[in-house]
Nanobody, 123 residues
């Protein structure tokens, strides 16, 4: 089993920034591709960003390209999501996920996910 714990969410104004962290434990972190998903009230969970096991390859949803950056530190078993130029439509619960391959995570296939952290973008 893999346990994932997200942190770093909060209330920010439009145009502000947040950095989310996801700490993993239980199994070898470097064996997993990682990703971030978000879910707004009344909407389906959507893919936000993903990163390969090595950290070399990354993918982003079109809605966040140029604003969000995903990264990982395998030595610390942690994946990050730097969010800049935040918009009200970014408001959602953000979930960290772990899966076998990045392509699978992009399509919503993953083995583990955390409890989520709330991000609210509002004036």
């Amino acid at each position: 089993q893999v346990q994932l714990v997200e942190s770093g969410g909060g209330l920010v104004q439009p145009g502000g920034s947040l950095r989310l962290s996801c700490a993993a434990s239980g199994r070898t972190f470097s064996n997993y591709a990682m990703g971030w998903f978000r879910q707004a009230p009344g909407k389906e969970r959507e893919f936000v960003a993903g990163i390969s096991r090595s950290g070399i390859m990354t993918y982003y949803a079109d809605s966040v390209k140029g604003r969000f950056t995903i990264s990982r530190d395998n030595a610390k078993n942690t994946v990050y999501l730097q969010m800049n130029s935040l918009k009200p439509e970014d408001t959602a619960v953000y979930y960290c996920a772990a899966g076998q391959v990045l392509a699978g995570i992009r399509s919503g296939k993953y083995d583990y996910w955390g409890q989520g952290t709330q991000v609210t973008v509002s004036s």
